[in-house]
């Protein structure tokens, strides 16, 4: 720049080495100016990490990423950002440009079309050199533009999707509206300078990460390297991915570089481990080194903080629900499923709310839901698992009446609902269940506790969906030979005065 240059038109050697020190200052203080403040700050005040900026987090500044540019973006599977720097800011974004025109061209154009290379096209600044004339396919252009950051192809796919630049751009554009792309406007397909040609992070982060979910566009972003074939005098040569993290970075998945004078080195770039894709975007960075060591730096952070973590197994006890017809006992529950979630540790612990039903009707089936579980850190929402019973229930070994002893005049055997474990097939929760007891009309002694006295069979929608046996409460031993005597004399008193023989038959229901 000319205000650094040194004057060398000093009379005296003093002079001139006062001038050269003056002007050295001068230099020094003029590029401190002209370098943006990001770039030389690794942490700022003002970047948010979550919800909450660095000045207002209860946590020391070195928790956030060391992360020198203009501005930046982590955002998490679920579209939150992690941590964010001017993210709603306005910038040139270069290159970047070319992941909203491959998505226009990809919903407009079949991958094998010819395209011809057309004179404007092949004269567009900063291009891999296709010739006028030119036949390649969408695919062939697309990997170009996206592996190679080649200028011409971007505009040869716009001419031959839009039929002129401008149409195409307008596509992109309105695009770019349907998406809620507020920060975003494009002046034309390939990113280089151009008044009102602008996005944010914030933006460039989601549009990255519909693209990625276009599996064409994912596989292209994903080439490490690829070969533009010859043509005329052209020779064939390799073009490597502008993306040097791919293949260098652990679960790189692909990504779009960008530079100009006016945005500088940025890039936008996604990654997956451990089940967690993140989608980095660092915009304004200083070199072409710093801008991926930059992402390196970020990516690492994120990975280290958001997590996927198990928070419920299928086999964790959950709580228990008492039964309506005896609330002394409760059927077990669990957690539905083994169940993990995206976790960010910065948010804070991870608590969990259980809500049950207060009583549970028999029969009860085994994974029928009594509640759910929902897991939070502080006000955000994080998972929620339904609370199912762990085992079926059908009964609570409750009394349902009582059975004539066919051996004495006035006695009956106590019925209770058994403990053997009854299956119960799933049923309508919302509809009603229909209890019948089916119990003998006698029983003659001796009878051992736990003897089958009949069944209470559960129905819906005229359907059994469980049975279970009714059995004897009480040992009740055959009457002596004396008790027999007098049984079989007071049996024939009662016939003879119309009176009954045997005890009546009782159900509680």
């Given amino acids: 720049m000319r205000a650094c240059q040194h004057s060398e038109s000093s009379s005296t050697a003093g002079f001139a080495w006062s001038r050269a020190l003056l002007s050295l200052v001068a ?7 002209l370098s943006p403040t990001p770039a030389k700050a690794a942490r700022l005040a003002n970047d948010r990490i979550g919800d909450t900026e660095l000045r207002s987090l209860d946590r020391p500044a070195s928790v956030a990423p060391d992360i020198a ?75 170009l533009a996206l592996v190679g950051s080649s200028n ?20 992109m554009n309105e695009r770019a509206a349907d998406l809620g792309l507020s920060d975003t406007h494009f002046a034309n397909p390939h990113g280089l300078d151009a008044p009102g040609h602008r996005s944010s992070a914030a933006n460039i982060a989601s549009l990255m990460r519909v693209a990625m979910r276009d599996p064409e566009f994912a596989r292209i972003v994903g080439i490490r390297k690829l070969t533009l074939p010859a043509y005329k005098k052209r020779k064939a040569r390799e073009v490597e991915n502008t993306n040097e993290l791919l293949g260098r970075y652990q679960g790189m998945l692909g990504g779009k570089t960008g530079f100009t004078d006016d945005a500088k080195y940025g890039v936008v770039t996604t990654a997956e481990r451990g ?61 539905a499923e083994t169940t993990s979630a995206v976790v960010f540790d910065l948010d804070g612990p991870l608590d969990r709310a259980l809500s049950l039903q207060q009583q549970v009707a028999l029969p009860v089936f085994e994974g029928q839901e009594l509640g759910r579980a929902e897991f939070r850190q502080g006000e955000r929402f994080v998972a929620s698992v339904p609370v199912v019973a ?32 009854v299956a119960v097939e799933p049923f309508d929760t919302a509809a009603p269940v229909e209890r019948e007891v089916h119990l003998s009309h006698s029983v003659r002694a001796p009878i051992a506790a736990g003897t089958r006295l009949g069944s209470i069979v559960y129905s819906q929608k005229g359907s ?46």
């Avoid at 599977?77 to 992690?82: I, K, N, T, V």
């Avoid at 409750?398 to 058994?418: H, I, K, N």
């Fill in 27 to 33: 230099c020094t203080v003029l590029f401190a100016s």
């Fill in 69 to 143: 540019a203009a501005a930046g973006l982590l955002q998490s599977p679920d579209g939150r950002a992690l941590w964010a720097r001017r993210a709603a800011s306005q910038r040139a974004m270069a290159s970047i440009t070319k992941v909203m025109m491959a998505l226009v061209v990809l919903d407009r154009a079949r991958l094998d079309e010819q395209v011809t290379v057309s004179k404007a096209a092949a004269e567009v600044p900063y291009a891999l050199g296709l010739r006028a004339g030119e036949k390649r396919t969408v695919r062939e252009l697309l990997e």
């Fill in 152 to 171: 011409d192809a971007a505009y040869a796919l716009a001419e031959h999707v839009g039929g002129s630049m401008p149409a195409f751009v307008n596509e």
């Fill in 275 to 335: 089940g967690v894709t993140l989608t980095a975007v660092v915009l304004g960075a200083r070199s072409n080194q710093a801008r991926f060591s930059n992402t390196r730096r970020l990516l690492n952070w994120g990975f280290r903080h958001l997590r996927r973590q198990t928070v419920t197994t299928a086999t964790e006890t959950a709580g228990a629900v008492p039964l309506a017809i005896d609330p002394s006992r409760a059927v077990q529950a669990r957690f």
């Fill in 390 to 421: 762990a085992f079926a229930v059908a009964s609570a070994e409750e009394t349902v009446g009582a059975v004539p002893v066919a051996d004495y005049l006035d006695r009956a055997v106590t019925a209770r609902a058994s403990d053997a474990s």
């Fill in 464 to 509: 059994t969906i469980a049975r279970v046996p009714v059995v004897a409460a009480t040992d009740v031993d055959a009457p002596g030979l004396s008790e027999r005597i007098g049984i079989w004399f007071a049996r024939r008193w009662r016939a003879l005065i119309g009176g009954t023989s045997v005890a009546a038959v009782r159900i509680a229901e």
